[in-house]
């Protein structure tokens, strides 16, 4: 070694030699084969995001309630002497049937003294009629003989001017005519009186027919007559009980008409009036709860909550309730349902009775909405293939969520591609293979439009 440090040059040209073999053969092998570096494609399943027919649902529940519910109080004093073999709780009447009856024999008395008043006071009236016209007529026959008798005594008066008579021929004369006179007086007299009797008695017969009619009309009311067809309730008479004015007989509840008192939390409002946004309302249209049904235009169905798929009605949207339920934070909604009672189907479709827990599906018109469904949308993002067949992460807006759908407001644009299928890993900018599920973008449309 020390041989070759003394020759330095020895060991430049020994290294120069050993890198010259080393590009040599470096130079002469065969290139390497480099393994690609992009991710493969990912095959995921895709559908357009467009607007579509949107029918926005929301669901309450609440309580079944009689449309009418007749609480049946006695309106007459009197001993039951009748009561319908059907009058018990549970059972069903049809209207116009007499299901109880008050004594009505000292009301029938009653009305029968009275209306023989009646007659006979009608009797007065057409004798005083008949009175007056025979006194008219004695009167007009009085008349006539006041006439004549004057006639006579100017003429016994001109011939006892020519002294051709005794004056006391004159003054008998002049004694009839004051007779004829007072008897045309009196008769006159006695007819003008007629007027004032003929009121009198006029006013009797008008009392007398007032009094027969309400005696008529409380004789009625000895008898109870089902004024709709019902379901009757609580009873509380039997025959032979005394009842007293306003006791309480029996609860009748009409089976042609119930309600639902629902109860829908405050937030879901929202999803009812969405179709509305950008309307204004004045303070007249807040004021008139009719006016403002007919505004949102809503459509009910109520269903009998529990394992029962044909247990369900049609209903229509009866009226709001006045005020929010502060503990709750609900607003109540009252739906009508008309003969509840119809089409009923034993074990599977029974009738809507009092009580009956029910759910409540309140439908707003349809509108056109950008509706997606749930299971694509992940923390508030979704995925989409852009135009390169990439993956693109959005943030979108949720405006509602109903079922497995979800109404978006903002952060995805029609036309976009949105991937509705898990995927594993999330790369933004991976490569993907889009395969358009066209089958369920129909399926979506049907359940978007409720046609499902």
């Not at 020994?14 to 470096?26: K, S, W, Y």
């Not at 007989?249 to 950008?278: C, K, T, W, Y």
């Not at 029974?350 to 992940?378: D, N, T």
């Not at 898990?422 to 409720?450: F, H, N, Q």
Request: proline share 4%; hydrophobic share 40%.
């Amino acid at each position: 070694m020390k041989k070759y440090l003394q020759k330095p040059y020895i060991l430049f040209a020994a290294m120069g030699l050993g890198a010259l073999i080393a590009i040599a053969l470096v130079m002469g092998r065969a290139p390497l084969n480099h393994a690609g570096t992009e991710m493969p494609r990912k095959s995921v399943e895709v559908i357009t995001a467009r607007r579509i027919p949107f029918s926005a649902k929301v669901t309450a529940y609440g309580n079944v309630e009689p449309t009418v519910t007749l609480q049946t109080l006695a309106e007459v004093s009197g001993k039951i002497s009748f009561v319908h073999p059907d009058l018990k709780q549970g059972n069903s009447i049809a209207a116009g049937t007499v299901v109880a009856r008050i004594d009505p024999q000292d009301y029938e008395v009653t009305l029968k003294q009275t209306q023989a008043d009646l007659a006979g006071n009608k009797s007065s009236l057409r004798q005083l009629q008949v009175e007056q016209q025979t006194t008219q007529r004695s009167l007009d026959l009085a008349e006539k003989n006041l006439q004549v008798g004057e006639k006579e005594l100017q003429r016994i008066r001109s011939v006892w001017e020519r002294k051709l008579i005794a004056r006391s021929v004159l003054d008998a004369e002049e004694q009839k005519v004051i007779q004829l006179r007072q008897q045309v007086s009196e008769l006159q007299g006695q007819l003008n009186t007629y007027a004032t009797r003929k009121a009198t008695v006029q006013s009797q017969i008008t009392r007398a027919e007032e009094q027969v009619k309400g005696q008529t009309t409380t004789l009625g009311r000895t008898e109870i007559t089902l004024p709709f067809s019902a379901r009757i309730g609580a009873v509380s008479i039997e025959k032979g009980q005394f009842v007293n004015i306003g006791t309480m007989l029996f609860e009748a509840l009409d089976i042609n008409g119930v309600e639902v008192n629902a109860q829908l939390p405050i937030l879901h409002m929202r999803s009812l009036v969405a179709h509305m946004e950008g309307n204004t309302f004045d303070s007249t249209m807040m004021g008139k709860s009719q006016d403002m049904l007919a505004r949102l235009n809503l459509s009910a169905r109520v269903t009998l909550v529990g394992d029962m798929p044909d247990a369900w009605w049609d209903a229509e949207v009866l009226r709001f309730s006045e005020s929010i339920d502060p503990t709750r934070r609900t607003l109540g909604i009252v739906v009508g349902v008309d003969r509840p009672y119809e089409k009923m189907i034993p074990g599977r479709r029974p009738p809507l009775l009092k009580g009956m827990f029910m759910s409540v599906e309140l439908y707003a018109p349809m509108h056109e909405a950008l509706v997606i469904p749930r299971k694509a949308v992940h923390h508030g993002r979704v995925y989409v293939a852009n135009s390169d067949d990439r993956l693109e992460i959005k943030a979108v807006d949720i405006q509602q969520r109903q079922d497995d759908l979800v109404v978006i407001s903002g952060g995805l644009q029609e036309g976009d591609r949105l991937i509705i299928n898990d995927l594993v890993p999330v790369i933004e900018g991976m490569p993907l293979t889009p395969i358009v599920a066209s089958d369920y973008e129909k399926a979506l449309a049907k359940r978007a439009s409720g046609t499902e």
